[in-house]
C-alpha cells in the first residue's frame, strides 16, 4: 500500500462516477443540470433575483443564500423524484416521530452528499469566493438538546443514504437551543433567532396544511396554558419540508417540520363577534405552541404548553400519515403492511391514543381490530432510565384538552390491567405498578407505559441500557411482553462527522482502503494491519495534527481563545449533567494542580483539558459547575505553577458545528458518566472515528466500543453498573474524602475559594453534593482510579508510535458505530422496511 506524504485536500466521494466528473451528475437526471459549465449563472442570477443586489455589493450573508439557493435549485428536481418513486411503488414508508432534529448546518453536508464537493470548489475558486467563510454564514438549526436530538438527526441521513423511504416529522421552533453566553464564567441564556433571516433550505407547503382539533380554548403564560373548557377551538400544523441528502444523491428524502398557526375560519368566526382584536391575539397564541424548544435535556418541567407541543407533532403527523397512506389506494387492513412508526423516547407516545381515535372514529373499526393496527404499526424507543426523565402527564391536562384521548387511555388501561390480574391473580401491587395512571393527589398518565403497551417494539440504544432497561426499569412489562424488547446501539453519521468534518483523515482513509468506506463503514477494518506500518503511523499523525491546527485557527477566530495545539487536548464536551459527572472531570483537574504546585520539577505532557455543553436554565448545579470550571481555569492560567502544563478552557455555545471542528482536534475522549446512567452517548463514536482515545467508565456505548478495539485500547476505569446499583443506599463518599489525600485535597481546595477568592462560600453547595451519604453519582469512589487511567494516558502520549497505533485501531474498528449499522437493525427488525432505489 501506498501513501502520499500529505493527505490530499479532499477525499473522492464514494459511488462508481465519485470522482467530481461531470457524468456523474447524469444521475440528477431530468434535464440539464446546473453547476455543470454555466455554473456561475445561477448563482448569479440567485444573487440578482433573490436579493436584487449588484454582484459586487452581496455581503456574505446573501452570497451564502445565493450559493445556498443553487444547491437547493440542483436537488429540487432529484427531492421530486423521490417522491414520485415512493408515491408510484407504494413501499413500506418509515416514519421517524421527535421532537428534536438537532441538525446544525447543511450547505457543505449537502454539497458533500450530492458529491457537488469539485464542482462546488472550481465555480468558487473562478469566481473568488470564499467557501469557508460562507460556511460560516449558515446559522446552526439547533432544533434539539443533545443527543436525543442529534440521533434523529444522523438517523434520517442514514435513511436517505440507504434509500429507505423514509420521512421525519418534528417541530419547527422559531427558537432552538439557546446560545449560551458566558459571563464572569457564568452560563447566559439568550434566544435563539435561527429564522431571523430567510433559511434556504425549508419549503412551506400551505396547501398542505392539517387542522388540530382540541377539547378547549387556551391562553399561554409562561410556558403553561390556561384552559377554558367547554369550548372547542382549532390549531393549524403547516408544513416546513427540508430536504434530507441522502450520500451518493439519490434518495433525497423530507424532513418535516411543523409550524403552529390559527386556521382562518377560526379568525372568521371572531370578526363576526365583533372581536377583531381577539382574533389577531388568538393567532400569536396559536404560534406560542411552536414558538421555542423547550431547553431541558433528559430532565423534563412538565409544563403544559410541552403537552400540546407533544400532540401537535402528533396529531399533525398522523393525519399527514393517514392521508398518504390512503392516497396511494392503501385500505385500513395494510395499515402495519404500510406504515412502520418509530416514536423517538416518549415525546410522541400520544400517537397510541390518537392512532386508536382515528382508527376508532374516522376509520370505524372494531377495538380489537384498531389496537391490533396500532400496535403492529407502532414502536417506541426508550432513551433513558433516569426516574426524573420518565415522562407523566396530568389526568387533568388529559380531560381538558383531550377528552376523547383520554377516554381512550382508560379503556387501554381497562383492559390492560384485565390481562396483568388474569395471569396475576391477586396481586394488586403489581397491578399499581404497571397501571398507566400513577395514583396519588394528582393522577398522571404514565407515558412510557401507554408506550410499551401501545407498540410491538421497545428498544434502549445500547446493550447495557436495553438490559437494565428490561430488569430492572420495567421488568413487569419484560415479563409480560419479553418478546417485544430489544436493543439498537446507536450510531452517528460518518459522512457528517468522518468525510466531512476531518477531511484530512478522510482522504488518508480513502488512500487505505478506497472510496467505499463512507456508505459502508466497515470497511475501515481493513486499517487495522496499518498500525503496525511506521510510514502510515507518520501520515496518521499529520492528519490529526492538521486538524488540531485548523481547530486552532477556527476557535480563536469565534472566541479568541489560543490553544496550544502541542499540548494534549482533552475534550468532554456533551449537556452539563451531575450523572456525566464533569465535576469528576474538575477534580482531577485540581489533583494535577495539586501535584504541580507540591513538585514544580514535574514534568507530565502538557494538557488542555476542553469543556463545552449547556445547563438547562433551571438546573442550578449544572450551571455552577460551568462556574467552577470558568473559575480553575482563570486561576490555572494565572498560576506559574500550571502555565504551559496545564490549562482548561470552557468553550461557549456547544453546538453541531463546534462539535465538526474539535472532536478531530481532540486526543482524548472524556466519556466519564457513573456507570448505569448513561444509555448510550454517541459523542465517545464520533470520538473514535477521528482517532481519539478513550478514557471512559463501563457504561452505554462505550462498553461496546471497548469490546470492538480491544479494553487495552482505551482506559477504562471505575465501577461498573452492578457496583454502582449495589452500594446505593450505603456508599458513603466521606470515606474517600477521609482515606484518599489527593481527593480531600482537591475537594477542600475548591471548598476554600482558592479558585473565587472574591465570594468564598461559592461552591459549598458543590462540596456538600460530593459529600452527602450515599451521593448518587458515586463522584469520589471513581476519583482514584480515574486519576490512575489518566496517568496511563499521560504515559502513553510521550511513547507516539504506541499512541498513534491505538487510535489508528480506534479508528479502523469503528464501523459498528455507523448509524447505518443502526438504521438497518432498525429497518430489519423493527420495520419491516426495505430499500425503495430511485432510478
Ligand atoms: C453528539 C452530540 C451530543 C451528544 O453527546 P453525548 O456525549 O453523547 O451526550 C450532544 N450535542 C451535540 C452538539 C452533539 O453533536
Known amino acids: 500500500m501506498s501513501t502520499r506524504a500529505t493527505p490530499s485536500a479532499t477525499p473522492r466521494a464514494d459511488g462508481p462516477e465519485g470522482d467530481g466528473s461531470g457524468d456523474l451528475l447524469a444521475r440528477y437526471g431530468c434535464g440539464p443540470v446546473p ?103 449558515e446559522p446552526d438549526a439547533g432544533l434539539g438538546n443533545g443527543g436525543l436530538g442529534r440521533l434523529a438527526a444522523c438517523f434520517v441521513e442514514s435513511m436517505a443514504t440507504m434509500a429507505l423511504p423514509a420521512i421525519g416529522y418534528g417541530l419547527r421552533y422559531d427558537f432552538g437551543i439557546f446560545r449560551q453566553e458566558l459571563r464572569d464564567g457564568c452560563q447566559v441564556e439568550q434566544p435563539d433567532r435561527w429564522l431571523a433571516r430567510p433559511d434556504p433550505w425549508e419549503v412551506a407547503r400551505p396547501n398542505e396544511a392539517v387542522t388540530v382539533p382540541l377539547g378547549c380554548r387556551f391562553e399561554a403564560h409562561g410556558g403553561e396554558i390556561a384552559v377554558h373548557r367547554g369550548q372547542a377551538s382549532h390549531l393549524l400544523g403547516v408544513p416546513y419540508d427540508r430536504p434530507v441528502v441522502g450520500h451518493g444523491g439519490r434518495t433525497i428524502n423530507t ?54 407541543q407533544e400532540y401537535f407533532l402528533v396529531a399533525c403527523s398522523l393525519d399527514d400519515i393517514v392521508a398518504r397512506f390512503l392516497r396511494r389506494g392503501n385500505d385500513w387492513p395494510a395499515l402495519a403492511d404500510k406504515v412502520a412508526v418509530q416514536l423517538n423516547d416518549t415525546h410522541p407516545a400520544l400517537a397510541v391514543a390518537e392512532l386508536m381515535r382515528i382508527l376508532l372514529d374516522r376509520a370505524g373499526l372494531n377495538w380489537d381490530r384498531a389496537w391490533e393496527l396500532t400496535i403492529g404499526t407502532l414502536a417506541y424507543t426508550n432513551h433513558t432510565l433516569l426516574p426524573e426523565a420518565l415522562e407523566t402527564w396530568p389526568v387533568d391536562l388529559f380531560e381538558a384538552l383531550l377528552p376523547r384521548h383520554l377516554e381512550i387511555v382508560y379503556e387501554i388501561n381497562r383492559r390492560f390491567l384485565d390481562d396483568v390480574r388474569a395471569a396475576h391473580p391477586g396481586d394488586e401491587a403489581k397491578v399499581g405498578r404497571m397501571s398507566l395512571i400513577e395514583e396519588g393527589p394528582t393522577r398522571k398518565v404514565r407515558m412510557a407505559h401507554l408506550a410499551i403497551v401501545g407498540t410491538h417494539s421497545t428498544n434502549g440504544v445500547a446493550a447495557i441500557h436495553s438490559e437494565l432497561l428490561r430488569t430492572r426499569t420495567v421488568p413487569d412489562f419484560a415479563a409480560m411482553f419479553p418478546g417485544r424488547f430489544g436493543n439498537k446501539t446507536n450510531g452517528v453519521t460518518p459522512r457528517r462527522w468522518l468525510l466531512l468534518a476531518n477531511p484530512g483523515l478522510a482522504a488518508l482513509l480513502t488512500e487505505a482502503v478506497g472510496v467505499g468506506w463512507a456508505a459502508d463503514l466497515g470497511k475501515l477494518a481493513a486499517v487495522t494491519p496499518l498500525a503496525e506500518d511506521a510510514g502510515f503511523r507518520e501520515h496518521f499523525l499529520a ?113 453541531v458545528t463546534l462539535a465538526e ?53 482505551l482506559f477504562l476505569f471505575g465501577l461498573t453498573a452492578d457496583q454502582v446499583a449495589g452500594s446505593r443506599g450505603w456508599y458513603e463518599p466521606r470515606w474517600h474524602y477521609e482515606h484518599e489525600p489527593e481527593a480531600r485535597r482537591a475537594l477542600d481546595l475548591i471548598a476554600s475559594g482558592h479558585f473565587n477568592p472574591g465570594e468564598p462560600g461559592r461552591y459549598a453547595p458543590i462540596r456538600e453534593a460530593l459529600l452527602t451519604h450515599g451521593e448518587p453519582y458515586m463522584h469520589l469512589a471513581d476519583l482514584t482510579s480515574y486519576a490512575e487511567a489518566q496517568r496511563c494516558v499521560s504515559d502513553l502520549y510521550a511513547d507516539r508510535a504506541g499512541w498513534a497505533r491505538k487510535a489508528i485501531i480506534n479508528v479502523a474498528r469503528s464501523g459498528k458505530f455507523s448509524s447505518d449499522r443502526t438504521i438497518a437493525e432498525y429497518a430489519g427488525s423493527i420495520w419491516g422496511a426495505t430499500p425503495c432505489p430511485v432510478a
Open 35 to 137: 453547476f455543470t459549465g454555466h455554473d456561475d449563472a445561477l448563482y448569479e442570477r440567485r444573487l440578482i433575483f433573490d436579493h436584487v443586489v449588484d454582484l459586487t455589493e452581496a455581503g456574505p450573508r446573501e452570497r451564502f443564500e445565493a450559493v445556498a439557493a443553487a444547491i437547493r435549485d440542483v436537488l429540487a428536481q432529484r427531492w421530486v423524484r423521490t417522491q414520485q418513486e415512493h408515491e408510484r411503488a407504494n413501499p413500506k414508508q418509515v416514519y421517524y416521530l421527535s421532537m428534536e432534529f438537532l441538525i446544525g448546518r447543511s450547505l457543505a453536508n449537502n454539497v458533500m452528499n450530492l458529491l457537488l464537493s469539485p464542482l462546488v470548489d472550481d465555480a468558487a475558486r473562478r469566481r473568488g469566493l470564499d467557501l469557508a467563510e460562507l460556511i460560516e454564514q
Open 543 to 655: 492528519a490529526r495534527r492538521a486538524a488540531k491546527l485548523r481547530f486552532v485557527d477556527w476557535i480563536r477566530d469565534r472566541d479568541g481563545i489560543a490553544l496550544d495545539p502541542d499540548s494534549i487536548f482533552d475534550a468532554q464536551v456533551k449537556r452539563i449533567h451531575e450523572y456525566k459527572r464533569q465535576l469528576l472531570n474538575v477534580l482531577h483537574v485540581v489533583v494535577c494542580y495539586n501535584r504541580l504546585r507540591d513538585d514544580p520539577g514535574l514534568d507530565p505532557p502538557p494538557r488542555t483539558f476542553l469543556f463545552a455543553g449547556k445547563a438547562a436554565p433551571a438546573y442550578h448545579l449544572a450551571k455552577l459547575i460551568i462556574r467552577l470550571i470558568n473559575d480553575v481555569g482563570a486561576t490555572l492560567d494565572r498560576d506559574q505553577a500550571a502555565r504551559g502544563r496545564l490549562r482548561v478552557a470552557f468553550l461557549p455555545d456547544y453546538s
Open 255 to 308: 424532513l418535516r417540520l411543523w409550524k403552529a398557526e390559527t386556521p382562518d375560519v377560526f379568525d372568521f368566526g371572531e370578526f363576526s363577534g365583533g372581536d377583531y382584536f381577539g382574533a389577531v391575539s388568538d393567532r400569536v397564541l396559536a404560534e406560542t405552541v411552536s414558538r421555542v424548544l423547550y431547553p431541558d435535556d433528559s430532565t423534563p418541567r412538565g409544563r403544559s404548553l410541552r403537552f400540546l
Open 661 to 713: 471542528r474539535l472532536i478531530p482536534a481532540s486526543d482524548v475522549s472524556e466519556q466519564i458518566s457513573t456507570a448505569g446512567f448513561e444509555a448510550s452517548g454517541t459523542s465517545n463514536m464520533k470520538f473514535m472515528m477521528n482517532g481519539a482515545l478513550t478514557v471512559g467508565t463501563r457504561d452505554g456505548a462505550t462498553i461496546e466500543i471497548a469490546e470492538e478495539v480491544g479494553e487495552e485500547n
